[in-house]
């Protein structure tokens, strides 16, 4: 399985989803259809935008799946930056797993170093939402750097490992253009499978259609920022590594 995820972060308004759309089936129109006998592996593509734009995402998802199943052999879902540690009831502000279940979110990210910067979250919280999200049926995307990548597997529940995806993310590759090398990838990649087992390991941290290929050959695909960003974009992405 190859997983590529889209992480709008803060980025997108309303009225911004329309043209973000138009312009990745622009792209995406440009190919050939996809023959399912080069294809060895399963291909997802998940949009995550913030939560205000869900349901606007959800119904162009719907109107762009059947030309990214036809032109990438992919299939494509509907993602969620953030979860609640705790489930459904009277926690203002939170928003619930079970709830995001119910309107199709596929898989949500967790433990963003955004997160855990600027909103103060600590693994054990992210031990909490991992918990709610499978409950849900929804795939958590946990991501880690090499500084707590031990201390948040480690703090995981065994038999949850199998239903999950990690993101390898250093912090200094996030949105500086300044993306790790592929060894130091490698090296990681395989730190977490000797901790986890035969999990999916994706890297984040200035992917673009110009490395993504190369990051394709040392780990299950990627959880992208600012080149997520734009329709077009994303779209040149994604045609690179596929
Ligand atoms: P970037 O962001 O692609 O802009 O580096 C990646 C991420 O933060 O998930």
């Not at 709830?99 to 997160?115: D, K, M, N, Q």
């Not at 529940?157 to 993101?167: T, V």
């Not at 390898?168 to 500086?176: F, K, N, R, T, V």
Request: with cysteine; charged share 20%; glycine share 8%.
């Amino acid at each position: 399985m190859q997983c590529i995820i889209a992480n709008w972060k803060a980025h997108k308004s309303t009225s911004a989803v329309a043209g973000w759309f138009r312009d990745f089936r622009e792209q995406l129109n440009q190919l050939r259809p996809e023959s399912a006998a080069q294809v060895s592996v399963a291909r997802k593509v998940v949009i995550a935008p913030a939560y205000f734009l869900l349901s606007a995402v959800a119904t162009e998802i719907g109107q762009t799946k059947a030309l990214v199943a036809e032109r990438l052999h992919a299939e494509l879902s509907l993602g969620v930056q953030d979860v609640s540690h705790l489930g459904a009831g009277s926690y203002t502000g939170a928003v619930a797993a079970v709830h995001l279940a119910g309107i199709g979110v596929t898989h949500a990210i967790v433990g963003h170093s955004e997160r855990r910067r600027y909103f103060r979250e600590t693994s054990q919280d992210v031990v909490g939402k991992v918990d709610q999200t499978l409950d849900a049926g929804i795939t958590p995307v946990v991501c880690v750097d090499s500084a707590y990548s031990q201390e948040q597997i480690t703090m995981l529940q065994r038999d949850w490992l199998n239903r999950l995806l990690f993101a390898y993310e250093p912090l200094a590759a996030i949105g500086s253009g300044k993306n790790a090398s592929i060894n130091q990838v490698k090296d990681e990649v395989s730190k977490i499978k000797a901790l986890a087992g035969s999990v999916p390991v994706l890297y984040g941290g200035s992917m673009n259609d110009q490395n993504v290929a190369e990051y394709l050959l040392v780990t299950d695909g990627g959880l992208v920022g600012t080149a997520s960003v734009e329709g077009k974009s994303f779209a040149e992405l994604l045609v690179a590594a596929w």
